[in-house]
Every structure is written in structure tokens, then in C-alpha cells.
């Protein structure tokens, strides 16, 4: 299956415009068309904030096609969106991104249950260049163990697959409130396991296999469901 991850730069006092959209007018046109939105958020702080962020899931590439080609056909998504932008655009700009399950993804002993709000976190992760086998395994050893004992719900794993910056892993966390990210975040950075880890890292490879990473702290959207699983189907 696929992911498409958007990111919208919203106007100046237009948020809760966006979230009335998405919360109020186009569920039912969602579930019309087939469109199935995992997650939406509000990005508190990262490049651009604010910004609204929403999460789709697919079967694959034609499925999304399909999905879209009836919604944009539908007069009733046309009369929304003139309705709700009110003689102006709502959305600035947006950034689009194709994502893939990484192999690393941790199934979710109950994948429906539905994610409590607090602090999520959505790190878009550059891998060093020919270390993606690397990354892969530094992941399960040592990074998303390491997230949960700080106190991270890892929520999403995925590769990034056609977007900006293609050498990334795309991770979607939540945390049960802003105190607990950023003891946690403290936790991890001082961790003597990982500094021994990137320095052997540097040491052999001459890089640490993750290099920079652009990070948006995100509040879930007023009366969105997110669930554990991100409607994620089985392999």
C-alpha cells in the first residue's frame, strides 16, 4: 500500500477554517469517494508553521487515481470549496509527498485502537547516501527502542517514495503531552548507547547513518481519529 503525507501553508487566520473544512463539510464526501484521511494535524512548530497536515492511505497508485477522479468530478466538493473559502484561498501553498511502509514498522498490537491526543511529532529523517540497509537496521536496534523507552508511541515507519529530498525515512510518533517529549528528547540525546553507537558510526562509515532532520510538532486536529494502525493493510 501507499501513503500520500500533506502539508498545507494556511493564511493568516484561516486554521480553524481548514479544520471546519475537513471536520465538518467533507467526511461524507470522503466516505462517497473512497477517500480514507488516517491523520490530521495542526503543526505547531517545524519549517512553515503553522500548517495543516493530513495523512491518506491507498492500496496502490491506481486506487488513488480512481479515488480522486471521482472526487474532483463531484459538483458537491466544488460548492464546498467555494463555500468555505469565502473569496479566498484558504491554502497558501502545499508540499506532497509519497510514502511506503518501511520494513521496520512495528505491527500495532491493536491496530484500531484509536490514538489519545497530546504531542505528535512527524520527522522526516535524510539517510546518508548508500545507507539505507544501514539505517534500516539502526532503526530497529537502536532508534525505535530507544523512542518508546523515552516514552514515544511510534505510530508510522515509512520510506520515502517520490517527493523532495528522496533519501529519507519518514516517522510519525506521539507523545502523551509537550513535559514527556521533551524529557524524553533529553533522554534520548544524553543516552551513552547512542553516542557509542554514531560515534562508531563516524568511525567506520564516516557518517552517521541519519544525517539531518526536519521535524514538525503537530496537535492532533479537533475531532479527527487517528488510530494506531494508520488503516494500514496487511502485507
Known amino acids: 500500500m501507499i501513503y500520500e503525507l500533506r502539508l498545507y501553508s494556511v493564511a493568516p487566520g484561516r486554521m480553524h477554517d481548514v479544520h471546519e473544512r475537513f471536520g465538518t463539510h467533507l467526511p461524507a464526501l470522503f466516505q462517497r469517494h473512497g477517500v480514507e484521511c488516517v491523520g490530521r494535524w495542526s503543526a505547531l512548530a517545524g ?5 495543516f497536515v493530513y495523512l491518506l492511505a491507498y492500496r496502490d497508485y491506481a486506487h488513488r487515481e ?3 477522479a471521482g472526487f474532483y468530478q463531484d459538483a458537491e466538493w466544488w460548492r464546498i470549496r467555494a463555500e468555505t473559502n469565502a473569496g479566498h484561498e484558504m491554502v ?3 508540499d506532497l509527498y509519497f510514502l511506503k511502509p518501511n520494513a521496520s514498522w512495528p505491527l500495532a498490537s491493536q491496530p484500531d485502537a484509536q490514538v489519545q491526543g497530546g504531542l505528535h511529532e512527524l520527522v522526516q529523517q535524510q539517510v546518508a547516501p548508500g545507507r539505507n540497509a544501514d539505517a ?3 532503526l530497529v536496534q537502536t532508534w525505535l527502542p530507544l523512542l518508546q523507552s523515552a516514552g514515544a508511541q511510534v505510530l508510522g ?12 525515512i519518514v516517522m510519525l510518533h506521539a507523545w502523551p503531552d509537550a513535559a514527556t517529549w521533551h524529557a524524553g528528547r533529553r533522554r534520548i540525546e ?3 548507547g547512542l553516542r557509542s553507537e554514531l560515534a562508531r558510526q563516524r568511525r567506520e562509515a564516516g557518517t552517521t547513518y541519519f544525517e539531518r532532520a526536519e521535524v514538525n510538532l503537530l496537535d ?10 494508520l488503516g494500514r493493510l496487511p502485507a
Do not use: C, L, T
Open 92 to 94: 497558501e501553498r502545499h
Open 157 to 168: 515507519v515509512f520510506d520515502m517514495a517520490a517527493g523532495s529530498g528522496m533519501q529519507k
Open 190 to 192: 544524553s543516552d551513552a
Open 136 to 138: 534500516n537496521a539502526f
Open 220 to 229: 492532533p486536529a479537533p475531532g479527527a481519529v487517528i488510530r494506531a494502525g
Open 66 to 68: 480512481a479515488v480522486w
Open 47 to 51: 519549517p512553515d508553521a503553522p500548517r
